[in-house]
């Protein structure tokens, strides 16, 4: 529909201020970018007394969940989240891995919440610290080798093409990032070992292990040509927009795009000024996105103010939130926001793992609520 309407009591312009006693409600198509009206509601969605079925507002603590790599240099990721586009995985890896890798199944963003090390590769050796992400394109042969026991990885699994930077449209070549500030490994071929052994490539194909041993390192290219390569940028360096004026859509902070997701990186920011300016998000029930948010520090504007660090949230596609009932003070009280914060939008549904579940805060669809709610008669 081409034509914009306005009926009933509304704002004079989106996001500039809620009419007296309403709440603002963005039902939109496409994330933020497509066809969208804003409803004035006489009531927050938010505030359910109930909810029953699986489809509402979830909270892990990640730190809570423990992969395999975390206690055995065999060990692997744990998987939280999957649909048939994207995977997302939790590694906490203390020692160098035993053995090499090659993902067969897509590209992957590691984002290093903590830690610092190497990640050596077919392309060579590049180191990695906190704040990094770290892409490595599908069926690379590498192995993660930490300087430090903390690491703890938010692996990203693009299942259905090519990582790639959106486009950057008006904003030209500069935002959110200079391209020159990639950094790509240069070729260092690790030497064998002085003892003859075996080595281990372990391949995964459809999710699916397959173990293919040489007498020789598999890392062993002395040269590389071409545009595909490990690289890696680390968030101090995003600088993303920022609007006096109005909120600025989460699409704004994009940093990757892929089929079938984006990952968006939130930033420290100064809040809106202007007097008619509205600090916290519209309510929205986001229809074409699940979204989740890993907080690597700080917290949005819109949480509660007790999410701690590595707490990782996921907001179905379909069902309402919005600022915390808390967040409309605290806007008040704040001039920036200080945080970083890594967002996953998927358009497919995702699926939750038994290591997520174990790790869920059940009761964190219920601080969304202004009103006492039963959150033990809200379980699935
Ligand atoms: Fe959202």
């Known amino acids: 529909m081409e034509i914009r309407h306005a009926k009933g009591v509304t704002s004079r312009q989106a996001r500039t201020g809620w009419p007296e006693g309403t709440y603002e409600d963005e039902h939109g198509r496409n994330g933020f970018s497509g066809e969208v009206s804003m409803l004035y509601r006489a009531h927050p969605p938010t505030r359910w007394t109930r909810i029953e079925g699986d489809l509402k507002p979830r909270a892990i603590d990640s730190l809570a969940v423990q992969p395999t790599d975390q206690l055995d240099p065999a060990g692997i990721p744990e998987r939280i989240l999957h649909n048939s586009d994207v995977h997302v995985y939790v590694s906490r890896r203390r020692e160098a891995m035993s053995y090499y890798m090659r993902n067969a199944d897509g590209d992957e963003i590691y984002f290093v919440h903590t830690g610092r090390g190497t990640v050596e590769s077919d392309y060579g050796p590049l180191p990695y610290e906190t704040g990094d992400y770290v892409v490595v394109p599908k069926g690379t042969n590498y192995r993660i080798v930490p300087d430090v026991p903390d690491n ?100 704004s902070y994009a940093t990757f795009q892929c089929p079938g997701f984006w990952v968006v990186t939130f930033q420290p920011k100064p809040f809106e000024t202007a007097p008619d300016a509205v600090r916290v998000p519209s309510y929205h029930r986001n229809v ?93």
């Open 152 to 251: 703890f990885f938010l692996i990203v699994e693009s299942r259905k093409g090519p990582v790639t930077f959106p486009d950057r449209g008006l904003f030209g070549q500069h935002l959110p990032f200079d391209f020159a500030l990639l950094q790509t490994p240069d070729p260092q071929p690790a030497p064998d070992e002085t003892e003859p052994r075996e080595y281990e490539l372990r391949i995964k194909r459809a999710d699916r292990w397959t173990r293919v041993y040489h007498d020789f390192c598999p890392l062993d290219v002395v040269g590389w040509t071409g545009n595909l390569s490990v690289y890696k940028l680390n968030v101090r360096d995003l600088r993303g927009p920022s609007s006096e004026r109005t909120h600025l859509p989460p699409i």
């Open 288 to 380: 074409d996105y699940d979204e989740v948010v890993f907080t690597h520090s700080g917290r949005l504007m819109s949480r509660a103010a007790d999410q701690g660090a590595a707490t990782l949230t996921l907001h179905p596609a379909g069902i309402h939130h919005g600022p915390n009932p808390r967040a409309f003070e605290a806007a008040k009280k704040l001039d920036r926001m200080e945080a970083y914060l890594v967002n996953i939008d998927s358009e497919q549904p995702l699926a939750w793992t038994q290591a997520f579940t174990d790790a869920e805060d059940p009761g964190y669809w219920a601080t969304f609520s202004d009103q006492p709610v039963r959150v033990d008669g809200g379980q699935a």
